[in-house]
């Protein structure tokens, strides 16, 4: 059995939602966690803030550019595994600003897999996501589904993919790729959905929203952190794509309905045509297939869709500071 003990282990994107939580569930599994983080000259480290002082004393945090090839390499030396969840992420602001997203998804992606090549890395977790499925052309989606660009986001994550395969195909880098749908829990921003509905719920009458229409499949992060940990350890998975996923798809409408009725209130909905992507650009359904999970790594969701909502309704609560309802965050 593999044992985290005393593995050096970098995560790439450390600062964010789902990076946050595995940096604690590998500290917990006794690796030595080296979080590389953007940099920003107020020393800002993100959600590692989060953590207890305990295991915040036990991480190194390295100030960096995911585009910067040497601070890439300085960061992979010595690693024995590399989760590489480094990325931007918001959709609405690759509609901005879609250079950026592309030069630091691509980009940054070329240079962890070089410095994995190039240093011996045992291991790349490559982390995915379910947009670059777009659409569903029929669901459950399994790994077999066509990848299609419908933002660029999702475009530069298809290139990123592609990019990781190319350097299992070509020099044996030892990379496998995590593809989750949307995870939800603690510590998320407003910018997904869930944080959204939920703290707007808490404090007004209203709740803004984009189509109510599309529906998604939601993982509970706890979920998805022990995701990335079993296709680290699995063997005879390399060069492969694995969904982590429910195999349970809801509306944003019926979740909305969902969190008013746990939370014990009513608020009118509104839409609101700054919140819906272009037409061509909107995903109208994803559904995840994990049967590959299941088989390969001995994956399987722990925590229902109900569970999970009571969790984040909690956590938000306690940290509404954190969030500003009245303001639509891109």
């Known amino acids: 059995m593999f044992q985290w003990t005393g593995k050096k282990v970098l995560i790439t994107g450390a600062g964010g939602f789902i990076a946050s939580h595995l940096v604690e569930r590998l500290i917990s599994e006794g690796a030595q966690v080296r979080a590389f983080v953007r940099y920003n000259s107020r020393n800002d480290v993100g959600l590692l803030r989060m953590l207890?002082?305990?295991?915040?004393?036990?991480?190194?945090?390295?100030?960096?550019?995911?585009?910067?090839?040497?601070?890439?390499?300085?960061?992979?030396?010595?690693?024995?595994?590399?989760?590489?969840?480094?990325?931007?992420?918001?959709?609405?602001?690759?509609?901005l600003h879609p250079r950026e997203v592309i030069e630091t998804n691509i980009m940054g992606t070329l240079n962890v897999l070089t410095a994995a090549r190039d240093l011996g890395v045992r291991r790349v977790v490559h982390t995915s996501t379910s947009e670059v499925y777009g659409t569903a052309r029929y669901t459950p989606i399994d790994e077999a589904h066509p990848l299609q660009g419908q933002s660029p986001y999702s475009a530069s994550k298809i290139g990123?993919?592609?990019?990781?395969?190319?350097f299992y195909r070509s020099f044996n880098v030892p990379v496998?790729?995590?593809?989750?749908?949307?995870?939800?829990g603690p510590r998320q921003s407003a910018r997904a959905v869930i944080p959204t509905i939920i703290s707007q719920a808490l404090t007004r009458d209203e709740v803004h929203l984009g189509s109510l229409d599309t529906w998604r499949d939601f993982t509970f992060v706890t979920d998805t952190a022990n995701g990335f940990i079993r296709?680290?350890?699995?063997?005879?998975i390399l060069g492969q794509e694995i969904n982590i996923g429910n195999n349970a798809a809801i509306t944003v409408g019926d979740l909305a309905e969902k969190i008013f009725a746990i939370i014990g209130k009513k608020p009118k909905v509104v839409t609101e045509s700054q919140r819906m992507r272009p037409e061509k650009s909107e995903v109208l359904k994803l559904h995840a297939a994990n049967q590959k999970?299941?088989?390969?790594?001995?994956?399987?969701?722990?925590?229902?869709?109900?569970?999970?909502l009571r969790r984040t309704i909690e956590w938000i609560k306690d940290h509404l500071d954190l969030y500003s309802p009245d303001q639509y965050t891109v």
């Open 293 to 308: 999970a299941r088989e390969l790594m001995g994956w399987s969701p722990q925590v229902s869709l109900e569970e999970g």
């Open 231 to 236: 296709i680290a350890e699995a063997e005879n």
């Open 160 to 166: 990123a993919d592609k990019i990781a395969e190319s």
């Open 176 to 184: 496998v790729t995590l593809r989750p749908f949307n995870t939800f």
């Open 52 to 95: 207890s002082p305990e295991k915040f004393a036990q991480l190194e945090v390295i100030h960096g550019d995911l585009r910067d090839m040497e601070a890439i390499r300085a960061a992979s030396r010595d690693m024995d595994t590399i989760f590489h969840l480094g990325a931007l992420i918001a959709i609405p602001y690759s509609y």
